[in-house]
């Protein structure tokens, strides 16, 4: 070696280099050799680390960098890295992203293709590596699907699998075809296969809405009040076709077009597939046009009368339509007897052919009856009225009265009582006939009493105003013979004083030398013998009539001038016998008391006014 190194100075350098990298091939040599010959010997086992399949051919300096043996990583990274010491194959770009455990998936024997996939390593998503290019991805028959696997699968047990709706936004039927996944059931309605417009994948039922471009089947089918909600109860009577009034974007208002129907609304409105007549319609045939119009049904255009099929009546009744007015004539509801469509005014009706009868129809319902106030009668019309003039009345049959002639004759319905009538009651018959009315007649022949029983002044004459006060029994003093003047007076019936009627122009009064007097008659006479007087003095303690003298009223003592007038000749002493006879009082007399005591002598147990000597 030193040969090699010595020369010239140029040379010199030169060789030096040489010599330089030589030394170095030779060391390296010399440690190859030496490594050859330590791995021969080293158990390298005893590391924890055995070499294996293609470690085993690996120089100990691969690993070992810089001469350092202890504390050597045996993670596959520490080495298969870009970085480091070592820098052994490192994983390569497009390596799925793994953990750096690489013995998870690979062997020392043969690293590729990896002998299993460990997925727990794995740190990057199921679908960077199941791909289709790395890994083997979906199949082509695979449900429509993110690539998420771990939605649906796990790495322990891949299937089945547990899908995980979260991320699907389309084409649910992909899966839910009833062979890969559930699909519709057989009660579900009509409909394309487009489940997401109606479902969602968090709680598939019920629905969150109906998208009724998918729907494929007829309303009815669904809206059937089982299904889904059906035509309420007061819906109108239709068909199943809602789709005929109804649109999914608008459902009310319902709107179903008319414009090209001219005829046969029946076909529809029947009550069936469409509203028909109802309940309380006329009574018509079922040609709805040729009332109705498609643009506005209600109130009809016109009424043709052709097509009615009901009585005029039945239709004009004041409700459904125009009815009789409240003038019109009573009469029944067949308007048609008097009226036609054609021209309903003027109203007609032939009497030319009606001789009797008239009741019949002239009953207050079927035609005009006899009005409220008509006089009570039979029903004979005929015979009072005739169908040419009908009021006024040609005759008056009073055969077919059948009321009191008071009910009629009564001033206002037809002639009453004149005014200088005698008081009556209103039964004319009782003295008038129909017959003859003049000379009136009524029989007394058979009355003996209770006149007043007609004669009330109501029924017949009463008693006058000027008539004397008394009882009603007219028959104790008037004859039903001549009434006036009377045949006796029975005073017992006699309810007014004497003077009310004795008062010299009623009856005989008081004669001119009558004693005068405002007492009533009946104070000194009565009615069985006027004579003689019978007069007593009951507001005297004494009755002066009974004096020995024998006094009359004259006496000119008492009542002097023919009058009641009593003229005292003491007054201060009356009504007592002093009144009369205090200067005839002997004061001397030794049984007198003075005249102030004694005013009374007829108490005085001595004298009596009917004794002869005082």
Not at 342 to 348: E, L, R, S, T
Request: charged share 10%; glycine share 8%.
């Amino acid at each position: 070696m030193s040969r090699l190194c010595k020369g010239t100075k140029h040379r010199r350098a030169s060789g030096q280099l040489e010599c330089g990298i030589a030394l170095s091939i030779f060391i390296l040599l010399l440690l190859l050799a030496m490594n050859v010959g330590a791995q021969e010997t080293f158990d390298h086992f005893s590391t924890g680390f055995p070499l294996d399949s293609a470690h085993t051919g690996v120089t100990c300096e691969r690993c070992h960098a810089g001469g350092v043996f202890e504390g050597t990583s045996p993670v596959c990274a520490s080495c298969h890295s870009s970085q480091g010491l070592v820098r052994s194959t490192a994983k390569p770009a497009n390596h799925v992203q793994t953990t750096e455990v690489c013995a998870d998936c690979h062997t020392t024997a043969t690293w590729n293709p990896i002998a299993f996939m460990d997925h727990t390593a794995v740190t990057g998503s199921c679908g960077s590596c199941h791909n289709g290019v790395i890994a083997t991805g979906k199949t082509p028959d695979h449900v429509p699907s993110s690539n998420t696997c771990d939605d649906c699968h796990q790495s322990s047990v891949w299937v089945p699998a547990r899908f995980d709706h979260a991320n699907v936004s389309g084409n649910c039927f992909g899966c839910h075809n009833g062979t890969d996944a559930t699909g519709k059931n057989p009660t579900h309605i009509n409909t394309t296969n487009v489940c997401e417009d109606c479902h969602n994948n968090t709680v598939w039922v019920p629905a969150d809405t109906v998208d009724h471009t998918q729907v494929t089947g007829t309303c009815g089918s669904c809206h059937n009040g089982t299904t889904a909600t059906g035509k309420h109860p007061i819906h109108i009577a239709s068909g199943n076709n809602c789709d005929d009034c109804h649109t999914t974007v608008a459902w009310i208002p319902a709107a179903f077009d008319h414009s090209g129907i001219a005829s046969n609304c029946i076909s529809c409105h029947n009550g069936t597939d469409a509203t028909g007549k109802n309940p309380t319609h006329i009574n018509t045939t079922n040609v709805c046009e040729d009332c109705h119009n498609n643009t506005v049904w209600v109130p009809a255009d016109t009424v043709d009368h052709t097509q009615v099929t009901g009585t005029c009546g039945s239709c004009h009744n004041g409700t459904t339509a125009t009815g009789k007015h409240p003038t019109h004539i009573a009469s029944g509801n067949n308007c048609d007897d008097c009226h036609t469509t054609v021209a309903w005014i003027p109203a007609n009706f032939d009497h030319a052919g009606i001789t009797s009868g008239c009741i019949s129809c002239h009953n207050g319902t079927d035609a005009t009856g006899k009005n409220p106030t008509h006089i009570n009668t039979t029903n004979v019309c005929e015979d009072c009225h005739n169908n040419t003039v009908w009021v006024p009345a040609d005759t008056v049959d009073h055969t077919q009265v059948t009321g009191t002639c008071g009910s009629c004759h009564n001033g206002t319905t037809a002639t009453g009582k004149h005014p200088t009538h005698i008081a009556s009651g209103n039964n004319c018959d009782d003295c008038h006939t129909t017959v003859a009315w003049i000379p009136a007649n009524f029989d007394h022949a058979g009355i003996t009493s209770g006149c007043v029983s007609c004669h009330n002044g109501t029924d017949a004459t009463g008693k006058n105003p000027t008539h004397v006060n008394t009882t009603n029994v007219c028959e104790d003093c008037h004859s039903k013979l001549t009434w006036i003047p009377v045949v006796t007076v029975d005073h017992s019936q006699v309810l007014g004083s004497c003077s009310s009627c004795h008062n010299g122009t009623d009856a005989t009064g008081k004669n001119l030398g009558h004693f005068v007097t405002p007492m009533e008659c009946n104070v000194c006479h009565d009615t069985t013998a006027w004579l003689p007087h019978t007069f007593q003095h009951s507001a005297l303690p004494y009755e002066p009539l009974d004096h020995r003298r024998n006094l009359n009223c004259n006496n000119s003592r008492c009542h002097q001038g023919n009058s009641q007038i009593v003229n005292w000749q003491s007054p201060q002493y009356l009504p007592n016998c002093a009144g009369c006879h205090a200067n005839d009082y002997k004061a001397s007399v030794d049984k007198h008391n003075g005249i102030n005591n004694d005013q009374n002598c007829a108490n005085s147990g001595c004298h009596r006014i009917s004794d002869n000597e005082w």
